[in-house]
Every structure is written in structure tokens, then in C-alpha cells.
């Protein structure tokens, strides 16, 4: 049996920012006066003192025509409407589950708001309130869109499509929501041979590709328990888990292009080995590179 | 211990992975995360380590003050575990709810150290049944990544490794008092032998197969550890079983095999990282906390 | 803590007046009664008082020679689910030592105080509610069980919290001679071979609780109990005046003047 | 049925036995339910008891210890009582603090042990100013089922009685201190009081030596400490009021049990000398 | 090895109990008996030599302080010795090792209790040291069992516990105090450094072990061949568990069935 123990020195640390060459923003922190000048919208993170807007928050000024806000640096996930996201459910309640999504209140999602199996357009029954936890239990993993806003900020969620639903075995992998890049699709079949969920809120979901008709007859709620997931598919989820915590270390940003180079530049590598901070700076300054040259092109 | 929330699934394939040899992050089942140590991160503590195991972080700071000895142990000094689960760690930890994780940990840690063929506690004795050093071990937890056990003893192990008693240079009984000389260079200083301070060993049972160093999520998956205390010289001063579940008997001293031999490279791993830094010489800067 | 805070205005006030233990005569109106229950009734300041502030909350305070205890009783109000009783009220005492925190015989007070009024109090009718008495001793100058029990009858009197009977407390000693003597103070209760303290309720002037220390006869227990029943009778009469006066005092004021 | 319907309503349940003059239990209202002790079973203390009345067991044990006296009394040693009620003797206690209940009892036990002086404070000094015992009586219940307090006082009495205390001698010049534990004296213990506890039933039926079910269905209980022809206590906290016959009637039975605890005691006591 | 001090105590079994909690004396309950505290819903007594330990458990109770739902019930272990129990004088506050013997307490129990059957709910269990001869923390862990078994709680399995105390060469089964502390300290140098107490929780229907706690400092081998050794111990104070329970469970319907017949005139009695 092979057993490997390494104790680094802190000596030895590493610094693991990679600058690019796009320009660093400017920063601004709590007290901050952003403008002076009237005629702005007060958004998100700033508040108005003396005619001044002034930002609330440390980060970046964002504008959109009239309105100006901060996004802060560090956030936790800001739901809006349309945006996918993978839960995991934390109670039962009536007609209800709590589910953490990374946001500053527990979301919701309404037993309306699923689909149960046997048929979509069904009347829910006192049975299936009694029924909730065999549909979804506590600790239990959702891919699901983001419906509606409350007014306190907390999340209303649903699965009311085929592509959302129960998740089943595989990886979760949790990082900062605003590393997350928004694209069109956040589901990826990557051809490396696994499948992606990208959750706006920052939670990753890995899992070996289930191919398209066997999908269709999952319904959303039965997971296979029985199934190996064979070794070669242990191994690109490893790795493909280990190359994304890789760039959110480096605080890169992460869309389907960036870990799928990541993926191929880590092939030098054995999977272990990205473990240790070297090879994982090494990786992510190779796609760094590449996502350039990919953009000069 | 804080307990995560996982899927029936999840836990599946930890499991199976586990089975396979082959786990979530590639490791293999008897591999350990990468760890970084340092020393003397406190400048007020006689010694002081800070040791980051992936999430885990651990600092222990060591405190040495004059005590009278045991009168049944005369000739030994005392050495004396607390630690401290901040609510920093983890939110379990807030109000009291660490406070149970605390004794448990501050407790096995007295147990691993209780034999004489562990730590030398004789080399704490300053004048025989009247005085001699209580060394203070103030273990913090800063943050909980899982595999508390071995982060918090190779912490421990490291921290007595960099402790600098003073040195007494005569100490005399004068009536029913003793008279203490402790030299005036700081830099006049005992170090403590740390070869025979025992590393505590995780080996969490996942299935039917034991890992070692287990992520939060194995833990969640696991039915019981068993934690081995094994000394360089490879005794075993404490064995204990966490969690709910029981072992077979030839389980047990399968794993208890097994222990052994991770205990003594684990031991060999810390000894050569903390040989290394000293070669460094005397560090001009702390790395401390910024990562 | 909601309780503490309202109580302790009204606890400041007299601890003001009783800390030196001087009660002038002029601050002695309406409000303040004298009581001895002594055979030889030569008056020194035996004192009691009555007062009311807050609407759920009923204070008196209650001297007997210079033994001073100040009660408050809140209730009948909401009660914390383990200690809810689906039939009756539970009624709960709180005894204050002068000093420090409550000891094993102060404990002993609180649940002599309870179980008193408890039985006193017509509980069944404020089912599923707490009524609190809180007994904060001011000053111990002999008979303190004894003066605490009447000060928690006041204030229960007060309070106007439905009752089957009021209770009375007398305590007395045995010297060395074998002389009972009613109502002791310190002084002469250093040279008792024991003490007796008794409660009794107004209807049948039946025992409703008893503690001793020391040792007696049999004859010695009746002969003490006998002298201190008889001494009840003047508690009673006191409730009673003291009630008639309050009443005074109300009627006196009219509601627009109260504040 | 019978369960059920004493579930269902108990007290009423009790009643109905109680009108025929008979409890549930099979007793009548003045009978005692029997006692048994064992003495000394404990090696690791200095005396100890075993009492057992009905189910109710209390088993005290005493630890010597040598402190310096307290300076306003220096002729004096220190007797120190703790009554122990753990959650293991009924579900009634919660692990913790000690309950209301254990404070109640160990104040009462204190107040019996000075009241009734059965042992003298200036035996236990063995150099004044300097040197005397600390005797740790510990009383344990290890099962709750009424009338504690009167397992309680015939246990501390017993243990106390077979409590032998190791010769010790102190040199006031030196400071020294000698124990000679194979010389060992017996504690002198003066008398006996015994305790006996009532309960009320429905405001005027009296009930001897209650159950612990009786207790809490009962309006009142009342607790009568004697001591050689003497009352050392009469304990009643609260609960319904009791006319002064129906007092008398529980001083005399209290009085008869003492005489029959005390021989049962002495006959425990002898049965160990032998 | 020394084998032969166990069977020795073992064979002292015959004399009454010292406690006189039970009346009746018989070969095998004397040392062990269940039903020994009215008011708990189990109970259980047991005499290892001079250790003494009783132990109750009571119904279930909803887990006090606990919001979130929890599909396996919990035990709630304490372990307390009697102030008068060992040589020193012990306080009434519960120290260091009395929380971690009810921690070992409890890790030994749960393996064996279908904590699935109460979800939501805690089962408490308290053990109590009257005199400590060694091995207590062992002999807690079997009472204990016994009492939840009492307590009609279920179980997979009854758990037994054994102590080994080592020193040397030595190997002392169920060590009295002496030989524990004995245990405690490095022998003399000879062929064998080896010292330390074993305490280990056993379930021999299924073979299992609940509990493995060494202290001391010892080889390899040495603690694996006392793995052997202790389960050994085990099997036999096994035996003597279930003759216990068997007898409990005898006298019970005994019992029942007298007060079936004193039920009837009860009932006469109450209508």
C-alpha cells in the first residue's frame, strides 16, 4: 500500500495571484465618495450623503446608464431571476423545502414547483405533502432556476423541466458566486466525458455524462444507488474538480472554455498532484495563457 | 463533530470510491492532503506552531510557568492540553457547542502524552518535589476542515519542537523556600526532545476499507474511526474509536497495523520539515497567516 | 430579565428608608401600620407597608421589629412551557439573601414560601399561567421565615389574586429556663435551646406549615404552638386594618390624580 | 383496567382505595413499609449505610479529610452533609446543578445533624487552631420513591456509627503531621434521631411513611424528626393545614418508629461487631 | 498472564452481595442483577470484586435544545463516581476523566442500540460508581447495557466490557486500583517496556467491537494480542449478562402474572 505524507514549510508558500493584463479596477471601499455630480441613480452598495454618492460596500463601481452600484468583492450569491442554480435541501417544512443555495437567506422551493413523477400536470394531494421527504430528503442535491424574488431577498426556486431535478452521484464543489461566469447554458456535456452543472451561486456540480434517453426516463426523482461509476470517469471528475478548485484559487473566472483548458493542461499531472500549489499555479497560468491567445485570435 | 449535510448519492460515491481505491480529490485511500507547517508564529509564546492541513488550521502556542511537581511524581514537570474550538472554525462551534469537541480533543491528547516513554516530562523537573516547569499547551482552532485529530497532535508535536524553556541556573533550597535563577539572556534556553511525542492517527472506516485523512464529506460518510497514537520509536500510546460504529476484532488489528506504519512516516514527515526550517536558520520573517 | 427590572424601582425606594432603620414619624402615613404581636405591646417600630406601582407587579414590604423583607408578586402572566400546569396555576417563589447568591437554607424559605401560598392562593382558577413571588430580604433581626411568609401574604392581598384563606407566621423560642418567648429578636435568640416558627391559615387557625431547629419536648412543641396561634390573631387584625386603609387611600385619590 | 384507570385518574384512583382503608400498595394508612440496613459495604469510605425503606434506597458514605479549623471555632472539626439527588434515582431530576429538592434535603439533614447534636463538632478537632477532621457525609439516592428523608437520616446516623477514624497525632512545634492508620478510633456518635415523614391526602387523610406517587398526588407533607423521648424537628412546608389532633397523632407514631428504627439499627450495628 | 486472578474473583462470586440491593442470594445475580431502581424505566446492578455500579435508564424524551429533525435517536451517557467512592475524597462537580469515560460510555453503547426506532428522541443513561476497585469504567458499560436492555430498549446486541491492565510481562484481566495504577508506570527496564489499560466494549452475537480505548504505551503486537484476550473475557461475562436478563425477564412474568390475579381484586376493589 502506497501512502504519501507531505509537510511543506510556509517558506515555501507560493503566491498565487496571476496578473493579467487586462488592468486591475479601481477599488472602492465603505465611505467612499463615488460622485458628486447629480443625476445618478443610487444602486446597490452605496447610499447618498450630502449629494455625494458614497459606496456602502469594498468593490467595484459597476454602471448601467444612470444607475451606479458596487458589487462587492466578496458576496454571497445575489439570486436573479432566469438563473440556474444547484441546492442543497436543509428541511422539510409544509409544502416546502429549505434549500441553501449560498444566499443570505435559505431559498424555497414550493411542492408546486416540482415535478413529481407520474405525470407532470398532476393535482398535489395531502399524500404527496406527506410523502415530501421520500421525494427529497434532507442533505439532498437540485439543480433548479431561480422563479421569483421575495421581497426579503430569499430565493423561490423550481424544477419544472426535464433538465432540473434530483442530482445523483458525483461532486459538488463549492466557489465563490461571482467567479462564476453567466453564459447561455450552465449544463455542459464536456467531451473529456463528464457532465457540469455551473451554478450561478457558486456551487459546481460534477457528475459522469447519463447519456440523453436514459435522462429522459429519470423524472427527476430516482437515483441509482446500485450504479459504480466506473474509474476512468472517477478519474476526470477528480481532476476536473481539483482543476477547477485550481482557478478559483487563482481567482479565475470559470466558464466550460476555462476548466476544459485547464483540464487539458493538467494532463502532465497526475490527479494527486494538483493537490499541491505548484502544479495547480502552473495549470492556471498555462490557461490563463491560452484563454489570451484565444482571445487575440 | 460538525456534521455536513450529504445526499444519499454523494455518500454513494464517496463510498464507491473509497472501495475503488481512488477518492473524490485522486487521492488513494491511505494518502494525505498536502500540509504546510511553521514555527514560532507567536513571539510572546515560549514555542509556537501554526499547521494547515487543506482547511484545517491549527495554531498552538506553548506558555511555560513554575510549578510545584505531583507528590507522587516528583521528579516529573507537568504538561497541561486545552483547546479552544473558536466559533471562527465553524459555526457549530458557537456558544458551547465546541466546548464537548474541545475536551474530547484536549483529553486524547493527555492520554497519548500520559506514558514516561512518550514526552520526557523529567526534563521539566527543576529541583525534585519542589518545583518544576508546567508547560501550557493552548491549542486553537481556527478553522475546521475536517481530521482534527492528527492536524491538532503534528500541531502539538511541532510547537513543543520549537519550545525554549529558560534555563535555571541554581536554584537552592533556602527554609521551606526554593530560591530560582533564571538566566538573564533570552536567548539562554533549554529546547525540549520531541522525538518520542506521539502523532494521532485517523484511519476513518468508509465501507469496508479505512482511509486516512478524510475530508469533512468522508467523514459524513464514515461509520467510526479509530485514532492510533504512534510514537517515532512506533508504540502506540492511545487508541481510541470516534463515531458510532463498531469494528470486527481482526478489523481492529488490521487497522491498527496500519496505523503504525502511516504513524511512523508521518512522524518521518514532520521531523524532516521541521529539520529543514531549522537549516533555514533563524527565520527573518514570519509567514504567519496571509496565504 | 424583565422581572428585575421592573422590581427594582420599587425595591430601591425602601431599602433607602430601612437602610439606617430609622422610620420617622412623619414619614409614617397612611401607608404605614403598626403592628406588635407581643403580649406587652410596647411599641418600637414595627412596621409594615403596602404599596402598589406596576400593574401586574404587587409589592410589600413587611418589618417586623427590625426584621425587613420586601415581596413582589407578578400573575397571574404567562408561563414558561416546563413549568405549565394544565389544572392550576404554578405558583413560584424566589428568596433574595441580603447578600450573595441563595444558599441551601434560603432554598428552604422558597419552598416553605411556595407550598404556603400556593395552598393559600385559589390556583385552579388561573390555570395554565405563573404567579411569581419574589422575596428580597432586607435585614435579618430574628424571625426572618417568619416575616417573609407575612410579607408574601400582603403582597398577595394586594395583588388581588383570588384567595381560599390568609396565612399568618409567628415564630418563637425556648430559652435555657424552658421560657417560650414570641417573636425574638437576635439578641435573645442567641441564648435559645430552639426556635419555632408557625403558619397558620385564617379560617380554622390551622397549622399550615411548621419549622423548628433544636430539640423540645412534646409539651414544650403544644404550649409554643398555642402562644403563637393566639399570636396570629393579631396579624389577622392587622391584614384587616391594613386593607381598610389602602382602601382609604384609594378612595381618597381619585383616579384622575393617580399617575 | 385497573392501570388504566389509574392512569387516567389517580387521584381519584386513590381515593377509592383510601375510602375502603386500604392504599394500593396494600398497606393501611399507618403502616410503615419495611427497612432494611447494611452497614459498612463501602471500603473506600471512611462508614457508610445502605438504607433501603420500601424501594426507596439511600446509601451514604463518609470521607475523612484534615483541614485547619476555622478561625472563630477552633475547637471544632467540620461535618459536612450533601444530599445527592441524581437523575439516575428518578426521572423527576435532570442531570445538572443539584435540584431544588437536593438543597431542600441537604439543609434539612444539616439542620437535624446540629439540632440533635448527635455528634459533638470538638471530637473531631485534633489540635486546636491547627489540626481536625472534615468528615464528607455524602448521601446518594439511588432510588426515589418517597419518604427520602427518613432513609436519609437512619443512613447518615448508621454510616456515622460505623465511621472509625485513624489515630492522628500533630506536633504543634514542627508542624507535623502523623497518621497512624492501623490505630483507629471509633467516632463517638451521642444519639439517634430517626425521621419520619407523612403525607396529606385530600386535606385530611394522613398517610404513613408515603410512596413517591403518594408524595406527588398528596396536598402536603410534614416531616417529624425524633430523638430519645424529644422532638429534634417538625418540618411541615406548607401544603394543606393540619389541626392540632391530627399533629399530636403523627408525634406519637413518629415516636413509636423511632423506637423500632433504633433497635433495627443497633441490631445492624452488632450484627457487624460480631 | 495472569488469567487465574480473574477466575479467582470469578469463584469469590458465591458470597451475598455486599450491597444488599438484592435479598436473594444465587450464584450468578448476586454479581449482576437488573431492576434495581423502581422508579426508572431499566436498571441494573452489578459487583465486579469491590466495584460497585448501578445504572438506570429512562424513557425516551425529545432531545432537549434541538430544532432540526435527526433520524437516529440519541443516548445521552453520564458516568459519575460517588464522592466517597475512590481513595480521595471526590467533588460533586463532574472533572475531566468522569466526561471522558461518559464520552467512551457512550461511543461503546451506540453501535449496539437501534437509535433508527426513536428518531427525535434521547434515551438517557447515568451510571454510578459507588466504590471503585478498578475496572469501573468496564463494569459501567456492561451494567449499562443490561439496564437498557431492562429499559426494554432496543438493541442489536448486549454490549460487555473488559479491562486489561498491562505492565511488563504482566497482563492483569479486570485490574483492581492497585494494579491500575501499577499499569500507569513505565516497568523497570527488563525484556518488556510495554504498560498501559485496555478498556474494550464488546458484542459477541455479532462479533463486534464498540469500543477500543488504550492508554499507557505499548507495541504493536502487545495491543493486538490483547484485542484476543479481551474479547476472550468478554464472551464469558457475556454469559453471565443473559443468564441475568433471562432471570429478570422470568421474574417479571412471575410478577405479572400475581398481579394480573391482585389486578382482578383491585378492580373489585376500585368499582
Redesign the interface.
Known amino acids: 500500500?502506497?501512502?504519501?505524507?507531505?509537510?511543506?514549510?510556509?517558506?515555501q508558500?507560493i503566491d498565487n495571484t496571476i496578473v493579467g493584463t487586462s488592468e486591475v479596477p479601481r477599488l472602492y471601499t465603505p465611505g467612499e465618495i463615488i460622485t458628486c455630480r447629480s443625476g445618478f441613480m443610487r444602486g446597490h452598495g452605496t447610499y447618498m450623503e450630502e449629494d455625494a454618492l458614497t459606496a456602502s460596500v469594498a468593490g467595484v463601481v459597476e454602471q448601467v446608464n444612470k444607475l451606479i452600484s458596487v458589487r462587492p468583492i466578496k458576496n454571497r450569491y445575489n439570486g436573479e431571476i432566469g438563473d440556474v442554480v444547484v441546492g442543497?435541501?436543509?428541511?422539510?417544512q409544509q409544502k416546502r423545502w429549505k434549500v441553501d443555495t449560498n444566499s443570505r437567506l435559505d431559498s424555497v422551493l414550493l411542492l408546486s414547483s416540482v415535478n413529481l413523477p407520474g405525470g407532470e400536470l398532476r393535482r398535489r394531494g395531502t399524500e404527496d405533502e406527506q410523502m415530501m421527504r421520500k421525494y427529497l430528503q434532507?442533505?439532498?442535491?437540485i439543480s433548479a432556476e431561480v422563479q421569483k424574488i421575495y421581497d426579503d431577498g430569499s430565493l423561490s426556486l423550481y424544477t419544472r423541466s426535464l433538465k432540473y431535478g434530483?442530482?445523483?452521484?458525483?461532486?459538488?464543489v463549492k466557489v465563490f458566486p461571482s467567479l462564476v461566469k453567466r453564459r447561455k447554458t450552465h449544463f455542459h456535456n464536456l467531451p473529456c466525458g463528464a457532465s457540469m452543472i455551473l451554478g450561478n451561486n457558486g456551487f459546481i456540480w460534477i457528475c459522469p455524462t447519463v447519456s440523453e434517453d436514459e435522462e429522459n426516463g429519470l423524472g427527476g426523482f430516482t437515483?441509482n444507488?446500485l450504479e459504480?461509476?466506473p474509474?476512468t470517469d472517477?478519474?476526470v471528475?477528480?481532476?476536473l474538480?481539483?482543476c477547477i478548485l485550481a482557478l478559483a484559487n487563482c481567482k479565475m473566472m470559470l466558464c466550460d472554455t476555462s476548466i476544459l483548458y485547464a483540464f487539458e493542461e493538467s494532463q502532465k499531472y497526475?490527479?494527486?498532484e494538483?493537490?499541491?500549489?505548484e502544479p495547480m499555479l502552473d495549470v492556471c497560468v498555462l490557461t490563463q495563457q491560452r484563454l489570451y491567445m484565444q482571445e487575440d485570435e | 463533530m460538525a456534521e455536513i449535510l450529504l445526499s444519499e448519492a454523494e455518500k454513494t460515491f464517496i463510498l464507491h470510491g473509497v472501495e475503488e481505491g481512488f477518492r473524490c480529490d485522486g487521492r488513494m485511500r491511505l494518502d494525505y492532503r498536502p500540509m504546510e507547517v511553521e514555527t514560532d508564529v507567536v513571539s510572546h509564546a515560549s514555542g509556537s506552531a501554526r499547521l494547515r492541513l487543506a482547511n484545517t488550521d491549527i495554531l498552538v502556542g506553548v506558555k511555560t510557568e513554575i510549578d510545584t511537581p505531583y507528590p507522587e511524581r516528583p521528579r516529573e514537570g507537568k504538561i497541561e492540553f486545552f483547546v479552544d474550538c473558536s466559533a471562527n472554525a465553524t459555526p457549530a462551534f458557537e456558544g458551547r457547542g465546541g466546548e464537548e469537541l474541545g475536551t474530547e480533543i484536549s483529553n486524547s491528547l493527555a492520554t497519548a502524552y500520559q506514558s514516561s516513554q512518550t514526552f520526557d516530562l523529567t526534563a521539566l523537573c527543576i529541583l525534585p518535589g519542589q518545583q518544576c516547569w508546567k508547560l501550557y499547551i493552548d491549542i486553537l482552532i481556527l478553522e475546521c476542515g475536517g481530521n482534527l485529530f492528527d492536524a491538532v497532535s503534528l500541531a502539538v508535536k511541532a510547537a513543543l519542537h520549537n519550545t525554549r524553556v529558560p534555563k535555571v541556573k541554581g536554584a537552592c533550597l533556602d527554609g521551606g523556600t526554593v530560591d530560582l535563577q533564571l538566566s538573564d539572556d533570552p536567548y539562554d534556553c533549554c529546547r525540549l526532545d520531541v522525538s518520542d511525542a506521539p502523532c494521532l492517527v485517523t484511519l476513518c472506516k468508509i465501507g469496508d476499507h479505512c482511509v486516512v485523512d478524510p475530508t469533512a464529506e468522508e467523514e459524513t460518510c464514515s461509520s467510526g474511526s479509530v485514532v492510533i497514537a504512534i510514537t517515532e520509536k512506533s508504540l502506540v500510546t492511545s487508541v481510541f474509536k470516534t463515531g458510532v460504529g463498531s469494528f470486527h476484532p481482526q478489523t481492529l488489528i488490521d487497522i491498527l497495523k496500519v496505523g503504525q506504519t502511516i504513524g511512523l512516516s508521518v512522524n518521518k514527515a514532520l521531523r524532516a520539515a521541521l529539520l529543514e526550517e531549522e537549516q533555514q536558520g533563524r527565520k527573518k520573517e514570519c509567514f504567519g497567516f496571509l496565504k | 430579565m424583565v422581572i428585575r427590572e421592573h422590581t427594582a424601582p420599587g425595591f430601591n425606594r425602601p431599602a433607602e428608608n430601612f437602610g439606617n432603620h430609622v422610620i420617622s414619624q412623619k414619614t409614617m402615613n397612611e401607608f404605614y401600620t403598626i403592628i406588635d404581636i407581643r403580649h406587652n405591646v410596647t411599641l418600637q417600630h414595627p412596621v409594615a407597608l403596602l404599596r402598589s406601582d406596576f400593574e401586574f407587579c404587587f409589592d410589600a414590604v413587611c418589618v417586623q421589629r427590625d426584621t425587613a423583607v420586601v415581596t413582589a408578586v407578578f400573575g397571574p402572566a404567562e408561563v414558561k412551557p416546563q413549568r405549565i400546569l394544565i389544572d392550576k396555576a404554578s405558583v413560584e417563589a424566589l428568596y433574595r439573601p441580603k447578600t450573595g447568591l441563595p444558599r441551601v437554607h434560603d432554598k428552604m424559605r422558597e419552598t416553605l414560601i411556595r407550598n404556603t401560598c400556593s395552598t393559600a392562593l385559589l390556583v385552579t382558577l388561573h390555570p395554565r399561567t405563573s404567579i411569581s413571588i419574589i422575596v428580597q430580604e432586607m435585614q435579618d433581626s430574628g424571625g426572618l421565615l417568619a416575616c417573609a411568609v407575612n410579607a408574601a401574604c400582603l403582597a398577595l392581598i394586594n395583588s388581588g389574586i383570588a384567595m381560599k384563606f390568609l396565612v399568618a407566621a409567628v415564630s418563637c423560642m425556648i430559652d435555657h429556663e424552658d421560657n417560650i418567648l414570641i417573636d425574638p429578636n437576635s439578641k435573645q435568640l442567641k441564648g435559645s435551646k430552639a426556635s419555632l416558627t408557625f403558619v397558620f391559615d385564617s379560617i380554622k387557625k390551622n397549622i399550615m406549615a411548621c419549622h423548628t431547629t433544636g430539640r423540645f419536648t412534646q409539651l414544650q412543641y403544644e404550649e409554643s404552638l398555642l402562644k403563637c396561634r393566639n399570636g396570629s390573631d393579631k396579624i389577622f387584625s392587622f391584614y384587616r386594618e391594613i386593607v381598610r386603609k389602602v382602601h382609604q387611600e384609594h378612595d381618597r385619590m381619585s383616579p384622575t390624580c393617580r399617575t | 383496567m385497573a392501570t388504566c384507570y389509574k392512569s387516567i385518574h389517580p387521584v381519584k384512583y386513590y381515593r377509592d382505595f383510601l375510602a375502603k382503608g386500604v392504599r394500593p400498595d396494600g398497606r393501611d394508612m399507618q403502616k410503615f413499609r419495611p427497612v432494611s440496613i447494611n452497614v459498612d459495604s463501602i471500603k473506600t469510605a471512611e462508614g457508610s449505610a445502605i438504607v433501603k425503606i420500601g424501594n426507596t434506597v439511600v446509601v451514604c458514605g463518609i470521607k475523612a479529610e484534615l483541614a485547619a479549623p476555622k478561625a472563630e471555632e477552633p475547637n471544632f472539626g467540620y461535618l459536612v452533609p450533601n444530599v445527592e439527588l441524581p437523575p439516575l434515582c428518578s426521572p423527576r431530576f435532570c442531570p445538572g446543578p443539584p435540584s431544588d429538592l437536593a438543597q431542600v434535603s441537604s439543609n434539612f439533614i444539616a439542620e437535624t445533624l446540629t439540632s440533635s447534636g448527635c455528634v459533638d463538632l470538638k471530637d473531631l478537632c485534633i489540635a486546636p487552631e491547627h489540626l481536625a477532621w472534615v468528615l464528607h457525609c455524602d448521601l446518594i439516592c439511588l432510588d426515589h420513591d418517597g419518604s427520602l428523608w427518613d432513609a436519609c437520616v437512619i443512613a447518615l446516623v448508621a454510616a456515622l456509627r460505623t465511621v472509625k477514624l485513624p489515630h492522628v497525632s500533630y506536633d504543634v512545634e514542627a508542624e507535623t503531621t502523623v497518621v497512624s492508620p492501623e490505630k483507629r478510633n471509633k467516632l463517638q456518635v451521642h444519639n439517634t434521631p430517626v425521621a419520619t415523614t407523612f403525607a396529606i391526602f385530600d386535606d385530611e387523610i394522613l398517610l404513613t411513611d408515603p410512596t413517591n406517587e403518594e408524595e406527588s398526588l398528596s396536598s402536603g407533607v410534614m416531616t417529624i424528626v425524633v430523638q430519645g423521648g424529644q422532638l429534634c424537628s417538625v418540618h411541615k412546608p406548607g401544603g394543606s393545614p393540619l389541626t392540632e389532633s391530627q399533629l399530636q397523632e403523627c408525634i406519637n407514631g413518629a415516636m413509636k418508629r423511632a423506637e423500632y428504627i433504633n433497635k433495627l439499627v443497633n441490631m445492624t450495628l452488632e450484627s457487624l461487631g460480631t | 498472564m495472569d488469567r487465574t486472578a480473574t477466575l479467582t474473583k470469578k469463584e469469590t462470586s458465591g458470597h451475598e452481595s455486599q450491597l444488599g440491593l438484592d435479598t436473594k442470594a444465587d450464584r450468578l445475580t448476586d454479581h449482576v442483577k437488573t431492576g434495581v431502581v423502581s422508579q426508572a424505566k431499566g436498571s441494573a446492578y452489578i459487583e465486579q470484586s469491590n466495584t460497585k455500579v448501578v445504572c438506570s435508564v429512562f424513557d425516551p424524551r425529545e432531545i432537549p435544545r434541538k430544532s432540526g429533525y435527526s433520524v437516529n435517536g440519541e443516548l445521552y451517557c453520564e458516568f459519575k463516581f460517588a464522592p466517597f467512592s475512590c481513595i480521595q475524597w471526590r467533588s460533586h462537580q463532574p472533572d475531566a476523566f468522569e466526561k471522558e469515560c461518559s464520552l467512551i460510555l457512550r461511543r461503546s453503547l451506540e453501535p449496539a442500540v437501534c437509535r433508527h426506532e426513536f428518531p427525535n428522541f434521547q434515551v438517557d443513561v447515568y451510571a454510578l460508581v459507588l466504590e471503585n476497585d478498578g475496572s469501573a469504567l468496564a463494569a459501567a458499560i456492561t451494567c449499562a447495557a443490561l439496564a437498557l436492555a431492562d429499559a426494554s430498549v432496543p438493541m442489536y446486541d448486549l454490549v460487555v466490557a473488559a479491562t486489561l491492565g498491562v505492565h511488563g510481562d504482566k497482563k492483569f484481566m479486570d485490574p483492581t486500583v492497585e494494579e491500575e495504577s501499577l499499569c500507569n508506570i513505565l516497568p523497570p527496564d527488563g525484556r518488556s517496556r510495554n504498560h498501559g489499560i485496555i478498556t474494550a466494549a464488546f458484542s459477541p452475537a455479532h462479533q463486534q467491537m464498540s469500543e477500543f480505548a488504550q492508554s499507557g504505551a505499548m507495541d504493536i503486537d502487545c495491543a493486538t494480542s490483547s484485542i484476543q484476550l479481551l474479547r476472550e473475557a468478554c464472551e464469558s461475562i457475556y454469559l453471565l449478562s443473559q443468564q441475568c436478563l433471562l432471570k429478570g425477564v422470568t421474574k417479571m412474568l412471575k410478577k405479572k402474572q400475581k398481579e394480573i390475579k391482585l389486578d382482578l381484586s383491585s378492580d373489585r376493589i376500585a368499582c
Open positions: 500500500m502506497t501512502q504519501n505524507v507531505h509537510i511543506r514549510l510556509a517558506s508558500r442543497r435541501i436543509t428541511e422539510v434532507e442533505g439532498d442535491l434530483k442530482l445523483c452521484q458525483g461532486v459538488l437515483e444507488l459504480v461509476v474509474r472517477r478519474e471528475i477528480a481532476r474538480r481539483n497526475e490527479v494527486l494538483l493537490l499541491r500549489p
